[in-house]
């Protein structure tokens, strides 16, 4: 069946490092959507991708969707502690157009 | 704040026993979708209702049934509760008529533990 897949799992970083996700689906997308979920809380929506090729800048973080529309990705500048969380890249399925979820990556700050 | 209200916020219960969740959407969300997220793990869609009417459905068990009322607020229903059905359970509300076409607004969550 359909799949996003989303890697790596886990990322340790130093504080002032930087952090990419990335997700690949089995299909072609519509539009990819970025979520992130704190601990101990609930998603939050960051951002949607829909064109082909497109970036977008959210101060230190960059979304990226590929040319063919089946990648994405998002990287953060120099992690802060309140980066910290799980990043969640979703897409809509073919069949019912419901968002298909990627495992997150969580971003863990180095002690 | 998502404007998203959910409650209970967490339970405790027993193998075998039943439990209603509750969430009323946004103000103006016609949408209203269910999320399980077991511990540490990815977000399962189980079931949306739009309008009051059951729009799409995800791996939502047979145990698990859900309705939207005509006030648009939503209740999840879990029975014959297992151990593993032990997680956190998401309401999301939207204006859209698809989880696919834009952004979910995600209450905080009902914490059920089975023991």
């Known amino acids: 069946g359909q799949q996003v897949m989303q890697i790596p799992q886990y990322q340790h970083v130093q504080e002032g490092e930087d952090f990419t996700t990335y997700c690949n689906s089995s299909?072609?997308?519509?539009?990819i959507q970025w979520y992130k979920q704190r601990p101990g809380g609930h998603p939050v929506f960051l951002i949607q991708?829909?064109?082909s090729g497109e970036v977008k800048k959210q101060k230190r973080l960059t979304f990226q969707f590929g040319e063919a529309k089946k990648n994405s990705s998002l990287h953060i500048t120099a992690t802060q502690t309140t980066d910290v969380g799980t990043y969640f890249c979703?897409?809509?399925?073919?069949?019912?157009?419901?968002?298909?979820w990627g495992a997150g990556t969580k971003l863990i700050i180095k002690p | 704040d998502s404007g998203v209200t959910q409650t209970p916020k967490h339970l405790i219960t027993a193998t075998g026993q039943r439990v209603t969740l509750r969430c009323s959407p946004r103000?103006?969300?016609?949408?209203v979708y269910w999320y399980q997220q077991s511990l540490d793990q990815g977000l399962q869609f189980l079931i949306q209702?739009?309008?009051?009417?059951?729009?799409a459905k995800g791996n939502i068990l047979e145990r698990f049934s859900a309705q939207q009322f005509p006030d648009l607020h939503s209740e999840l229903n879990l029975s014959s509760l297992e151990l593993g059905d032990s997680a956190l359970y998401f309401c999301?509300?939207?204006?859209?008529?698809?989880?696919?076409?834009?952004?979910?607004?995600f209450g905080e969550g009902s914490r059920l533990t089975v023991l």
């Open positions: 209702y739009y309008n009051g009417e059951e729009r």
């Open positions: 999301a509300s939207s204006v859209e008529p698809s989880g696919g076409t834009g952004e979910l607004f």
């Open positions: 103000s103006g969300d016609l949408s």
């Open positions: 979703a897409g809509p399925a073919d069949s019912n157009y419901q968002l298909i």
């Open positions: 991708l829909v064109k």
């Open positions: 299909t072609t997308l519509s539009n």
